[in-house]
């Protein structure tokens, strides 16, 4: 079927939502999705930027992760917005369908619902990836050799004053830092994100903080998808593994967001879009649990002797 003439015009109103780091990728899965199933002969964003002030770095960098994105518009307010898609009527297909009144079951509200039911008659969602974030990768991993040989595991550990109910037990991440160097190869883990990090970490030379970078958030979803797999507490950047099909393995602490994930889980206790070796855990980050994901998918994939 040929695509149809007129392109997807993605809106988000940085007035009444803020853009998270999460939230987003599940809006570029939608408008990936979106695309794919109307035909769509183009992909655009449009900002409605409100009085708030705008963080247009991060929404730059981020933006590296919606493939075959052709343009970004940025409109002062909602009238700005209306008055150019009035001028352009037969040129957009909008997501969301009625931007002004998003449902509360999509990525505005930091949930994957909307992806699951768009994935759930195609079967199969589109791989978010950027070129540029490969090569932001491997540049830095070339500048960061480990002489021992180790294979790399992506690894973000929740640290929050705001919401401590999410937080990671850096005791049992330690022991299973410990446990990975252990291994024949070893494993490195590099900790992405700007959370504290524990001093219980300090002289694990095979455990990288890898902020502050200039690369700054972009570096971090980079490395994301140039590691083996991904480990971590349920956050914004677990929804990068999810939708690239990386291996992963994430912790959400059973009583945090109890009747969100009810939602969003299906009977499996995943997402429906998940794929084989992606593993949604709604328990405490326990280090033996830690310990035997980590060892049982590294065997798995054949990255352990």
Known sequence: MEARQHALLGVWDLGRFDPKLGSLLIFFEELLLVAQREHLAGLEVAFVLGRNAVPRLFLKQMLHFLPGCAAVRYFENSAELTEFLEAHRDQYRLWPASWSDVPGTGSHYGSTLAVQELARD???????????????????????????GSWPVAVHLKNQSRDPESNADPENWRRLFVH????????RFLLIGNDPVSPLFDGMDHVIHVQPAPGGVMLDLALILASRFFMGM???????????????????HPDHHAAAMERELDDRGGFSFSVENQHFFRRHDEAVHLIEQFSRLAHQLGHCQ
Do not use: M, T
């Open 122 to 148: 195609q079967g199969i969602i589109p791989l978010i990836a950027s070129k540029e974030a490969e090569n932001l990768a491997w540049e830095w991993l070339q500048a960061h050799p480990d002489p021992a």
């Open 180 to 187: 990975g160097r252990q291994q024949n190869p070893p494993a």
């Open 234 to 252: 349920a956050s914004g950047p677990c929804n990068l593994a999810l939708f690239s099909y990386l291996p992963c393995l994430i912790w959400k």
